[in-house]
């Protein structure tokens, strides 16, 4: 599995969490990544990072809504709210990913599963965070 589909994964994970309780997410996850025909050590990698992720979320939360003024975490569209978490945590707690790597991977993110301007907004606040 190349980063780029790991990330995808993630993505997907991610937003999937938006929809369902801790319980249910859990089972949403283990049907998902089954479907994957991830290789062992594959699947356990997901799965640490989205746990990382996950420790860390108030943390990245926090950054998103400092540095996106005007906009509330919860008016922010699900898919970008997604890609702008995976994108603040890559880029800040996870040390093989380069910071402009995680940026540019989240910008095509977002071309692929956000909204028309999903981009450029996804763009913007990254720029932000990251020149932070």
């Not at 939360?61 to 906009?71: L, P």
């Not at 040390?95 to 763009?123: R, T």
Request: hydrophobic share 35%; proline share 2%.
């Amino acid at each position: 599995m190349t980063r780029r589909e790991m990330r995808e994964c993630m993505f997907c994970l991610l937003f999937q969490n938006e929809f369902y309780s801790t319980q249910e997410f859990e089972e949403q996850r283990d049907n998902y990544l089954g479907e994957q025909k991830l290789s062992e050590p594959e699947e356990e990698e997901l799965r640490q990072k989205l746990e990382q992720l996950v420790l860390h979320l108030p943390e990245i939360d926090e950054k998103i809504a400092a540095t996106s003024k005007g906009w509330k975490l919860d008016r922010i569209a699900k898919a970008e709210l997604a890609i702008l978490r995976l994108a603040v945590y890559e880029a800040g707690y996870d040390d093989g990913v380069p910071v402009g790597v995680a940026v540019n991977e989240a910008v095509e993110l977002a071309k692929k599963y956000g909204e028309e301007e999903g981009s450029s907004f996804v763009n913007g606040i990254l720029g932000k965070i990251v020149n932070e």
